[in-house]
């Protein structure tokens, strides 16, 4: 490759230039990113930073279940709420004594107080009018026989220990307020705050968390809900990105200074690495994408990367310097023996999170894309950068720098080279029961892999300690949970028929008429209403607006036919009116008995804690009416339902009716609360309720569907899964045909991804066996394993065949392989993996886990390289060095033959899972395909090219044999 040359060389001759234009780029970008948020507004088109932590944004604002999530929080004039939690464990009453009750009450009125003004005048913030608080709540009881009586349940603090227990019988009397806003025990009250925007939940906390502390008190303040756990983690993940890379810099940048004992040089990989993030981060604000969760990890994907490439070099610079002590020498001489694997390495794990590209996640697509671009400027980097850096050293400054020849290069004394000097005569005397372990392990992976449990849970994201995640396992414990999912049930729209419409309203009119045909003045009006159907019916683009349209022309005739008694046009305006009752679906009986059935069944299942509905408030209004407990059910008329919707909108909160059914009474929703927010407890809670439908069809045609935050998370968790697996077998078979490529060969290419599946199968196996949920940050590590797994095969390979070219056998080999290529490898699994072990210290589980499974895959990827590598080597050297090297892949006919049937699968399976092609289809294309491949590679294969290079190869042969 003449390219190499060229970069190795531009860099030396022009080294000055060449830092004077990183230290350019590093401060443009700065300035480009940074300089918008520092002056907001004053830089044009220029981009803020933004942050986003709402998994909302894991699916696509298009996603259908986004829409109707949006939809029915509008129809429903639901919002996100951020959650107090008020406990009492010391009081005998708990919560329910003067002095508790009036903390809550001046918490209730301080968060009616949490507005602010938005850019459109608008004010936003807490929605007072929906809080759910006792101050802010309605008692239900009995006013006179056949009315009801809505007062607030907590008009002002009680003053005596028997007006607040009076609080807390009525409070536990009504079946919405028991187990949601009061404890069953009495011990705790739960405020919820519904948001104009859960953007407000972190400002809205940390207000409520000042007054807390303001307050004093005896009992204890939790405050969770998902808006805060999600608005929590952006704030903590700014600071941890400030944190915990730059202590991982340290910790990488300090072992380097132990194994190289040269300050000057080990700078420059830091310099790689910081300027790799500045450039990627840079170029991701500057682009307008918002920082992620997900991409508020591209530091820390990005620096062991960039380290890897600079650590190699930095190993081979110190291995030969001593040999000709000229640094341009030794630099071109280490460019030359390292670029094709560095680049070859580069591009495969690029590649690996390019294919984040295709998964259905944008903020996973964004982390892909800028990674893949990180490491492509990071190679670059070492490729110009290292160099340039290295003629700023004095040769003096490298006197002692570099292993000092001994005239055995293969012996080394350090503790390092012993060990590892060891491990190759391992290799070699035991590479049979070595590959045998290996199937052991590989079977067991396999068994870990099948026991893998899909879940993740925002709360989660949090360590144990965490007051977010002491507030949910308190406030979980206490109440029904507090983490909402809402079923809807809908009553489809029947297709209208104007003539079939008019034709049974026309029907119903004759049936009443004939009931009084002897009431001159009602057949009368019956004969002006029935000359009206026609035009209203016509008209109307559905029967609920015929029959309002009907309504208000009967009002209109009674006012032009005062000839004709209003008693008349009353009963004329009733039989309109019992048609357009049936159509108010929730206002039937038989459709909110099923409701409460199904209620029932949610609760029996033990993942709902708690639910409210519809049923629940007519059932409660029902009671009070008639002030009998056994008339706590649903009334058996629509007229008396109807009754108990208007009794209940009496109140001061009349709007919260609509919390649970749509004006046009065909739509209502259940309110379900979980105390667990794991996507796996939701997804079967989902079941249940499939199950239960299919069992029991509603009445009424009724169809169900989910919405709420909880639900959303179980969506983008399953597009998660599916498109990583879709993508991380794509970028394995990129890999593939790109090793296969590199070396040339069919059996090198496999070789090569040894190491790679091995990593894969044993770290996912250990994640299945110890229980560890597959939640997106290990989702993700996939991609990172590929990168670096195969990043030490293709040094160990390539440098391994050239060495076999020197020394002629493998069993010669071997120590020098387990010289040189070993140590640096080594000592790169050594720095990275002890360099990102901080990130366990962290207070944030995503970081905790990159930190555990980072170091994880290099000692696994570490091991099989070279563990399994020359074992293989040395078990099948016969086949994998009795070949002469090919000209090009495609002059050998097997390699060719691997990368047509790889490149073939790799598009159909793209196109299966992006374009919805069939795999029927695409197995005709294979069958047609590859054989043509087949003979293609075998006409490519003997070409005269290739067998001009097959000649060029013996007479080397026959030279050295002379």
């Not at 009586?149 to 002002?156: I, N, T, V």
């Not at 502390?213 to 983690?233: C, S």
């Not at 700078?267 to 790689?272: A, E, K, T």
């Amino acid at each position: 490759m003449k390219i190499k040359r060229k970069l190795a060389q531009a860099a030396l001759e022009n080294h000055k230039s060449t830092a004077w234009g990183l230290a350019g780029v590093c401060v443009l970008i700065i300035l480009l990113a940074g300089l918008p948020s520092v002056i907001p507004g004053g830089f044009g088109p220029l981009n803020e930073i933004k942050i986003d932590t709402d998994p909302e944004n894991m699916l696509p604002e298009d996603e259908p279940v986004r829409v109707f999530h949006d939809r029915m929080k509008e129809e429903f004039s639901l919002y996100d709420m951020v959650v107090v939690g008020v406990v009492n464990e010391e009081h005998e009453h708990g919560v329910f004594n003067p002095e508790t009750l009036e903390n809550i009450n001046e918490i209730s009125d301080f968060a009616k107080t949490l507005q602010w003004e938005e850019e459109d005048g608008e004010m936003g913030g807490v929605v007072a009018v929906d809080m759910i608080a006792p101050s802010t709540v309605d008692n239900i009881e009995q006013g006179s026989l056949g009315s009801i009586k809505l007062e607030w349940l907590m008009p002002e603090p009680p003053q005596t220990q028997e007006e607040a227990l009076a609080v807390r019988d009525k409070a536990l009397d009504i079946p919405f307020f028991k187990g949601t806003m009061v404890s069953e025990d009495g011990k705790a009250i739960a405020l919820y705050l519904p948001l104009t925007s859960k953007d407000y939940s972190y400002q809205v906390s940390q207000a409520l968390r000042d007054k807390i502390a303001e307050i004093g008190g005896q009992e204890d303040y939790h405050i969770t809900g998902l808006p805060v756990a999600e608005d929590t983690f952006g704030v903590e993940m700014f600071i941890q990105m400030a944190i915990s890379a730059p202590t991982a810099m340290v910790i990488i940048f300090l072992l380097m200074l132990v194994f190289f004992r040269k300050l000057v040089l080990i700078i420059s990989p830091m310099i790689v690495a910081i300027a790799s993030v500045i450039f990627t981060m840079g170029l991701l604000i500057i682009s307008g994408f918002p920082i992620h969760i997900m991409s508020s990890m591209i530091p820390i994907f990005i620096m062991p990367i960039a380290v890897l490439d600079s650590v190699h070099i930095i190993s081979e610079f110190f291995e030969l310097y001593q040999e000709t002590r000229d640094r341009r020498e030794t630099i071109l001489k280490v460019m030359d023996e390292l670029f094709k694997p560095m680049l070859y390495t580069s591009l495969t794990s690029a590649a690996g999170f390019a294919s984040l590209a295709l998964t259905p996640i944008p903020p996973v697509q964004v982390f892909g894309v800028f990674v893949a671009i990180g490491i492509m400027f990071a190679w670059f980097l070492t490729m110009t950068f290292i160099p340039a850096y290295v003629m700023f050293i004095k040769p003096e400054k490298l006197e002692e720098f570099g292993k000092k020849s001994t005239g055995d290069e293969q012996k080394d004394n350090t503790p390092i080279g012993r060990f590892l000097h060891a491990v190759g005569g391992l290799t070699y005397r035991w590479a049979k029961p070595i590959l045998a372990g290996a199937v052991v392990v590989f079977a067991v992976a396999v068994y870990g892999i099948s026991q893998i449990n899909i879940n993740d849970n925002p709360v989660k994201w949090f360590t144990e300690s965490h007051p977010i995640r002491v507030a949910d396992r308190v406030l979980n414990d206490h109440f029904g949970g507090t983490y909402m999912a809402y079923l809807t049930m809908e009553a489809p729209e029947d297709e209208y028929e104007p003539a079939e419409a008019r034709e049974q309203f026309i029907n119903r009119l004759d049936e009443f008429t004939q009931q009084y045909s002897d009431d001159e003045e009602l057949q009368k009006a019956a004969e002006i209403v029935s000359g009206t159907v026609e035009g209203v019916f016509s008209d109307a683009d559905s029967k609920a607006v015929a029959l309002e349209q009907l309504s208000e022309r009967v009002d209109e005739l009674a006012k032009k036919n005062e000839d004709i008694s209003m008693f008349v046009w009353d009963d004329l305006g009733r039989v309109i009116d019992q048609a357009a009752q049936e159509l108010h679906v929730f206002k039937q009986p038989e459709v909110l008995e099923y409701q409460e059935k199904l209620q029932r069944a949610l609760g029996d299942m033990g993942k709902v804690g708690k639910s409210n509905s519809l049923a629940d408030i007519i059932k409660t209004v029902h009671r009070e009416l008639f002030g009998e407990e056994e008339k706590f059910a649903v009334p058996d008329e629509p007229r008396m339902i109807a009754e108990c919707m208007l009794q209940y909108q009496s109140g001061h909160r009349p709007g919260d009716l609509w919390h649970f059914v749509t004006p046009d009474y065909r739509k209502s929703v259940l309110w379900l609360q979980l105390t667990s927010g794991d996507n796996e407890d939701m997804t079967k809670v989902v079941k249940a309720v499939d199950e239960f439908v299919e069992k029991n069809p509603p009445p009424a045609g009724v169809e169900t569907d989910w919405f709420g935050l909880t639900y959303i998370n179980v969506i983008w968790q399953d597009k998660m899964v599916k498109g990583m697996v879709g993508a991380f077998v794509c970028s394995f078979l990129v890999v593939l045909l790109m090793m296969t490529t590199l070396f040339r060969s069919s059996l090198w290419g496999l070789l090569c991804m040894v190491p790679l599946t091995v990593t894969i199968l044993l770290i996912y196996g250990v994640v299945g066996l110890v229980g560890k949920d597959y939640d997106m940050p290990v989702a993700v590590l996939s991609s990172l394993t590929l990168g670096l797994a195969v990043d030490f095969a293709i040094h160990f390979l390539a440098r391994s065949q050239d060495m076999y070219r020197r020394y002629g056998s493998w069993k010669e080999t071997v120590p020098a392989v387990f010289a040189e290529p070993a140590r640096a490898i080594t000592r790169n699994i050594i720095v990275i993996a002890v360099g990102f072990l901080p990130l366990l210290l962290a207070p944030l589980t995503p970081y905790k886990t990159v930190g555990m499974l980072l170091a994880t895959i290099l000692l696994v990827s570490g091991a099989a390289t070279m563990l399994l590598l020359p074992a293989l080597m040395r078990v099948f050297e016969d086949k994998l060095f009795a070949s002469k090297p090919a000209v090009s892949a495609g002059c050998n006919c097997a390699a060719c033959l691997l990368s047509s049937v790889t490149l073939v699968t790799l598009i159909a399976m793209t196109l299966h899972q992006y374009a919805d092609v069939g795999w029927g289809s695409l197995t005709w294309l294979a069958v047609v395909v590859i054989p043509l491949t087949a003979l293609l590679c075998g006409r490519i294969s003997r070409r005269e090219k290739c067998e001009s290079g097959n000649d060029i190869f013996n007479a080397q042969n026959n030279k050295k044999g002379a």
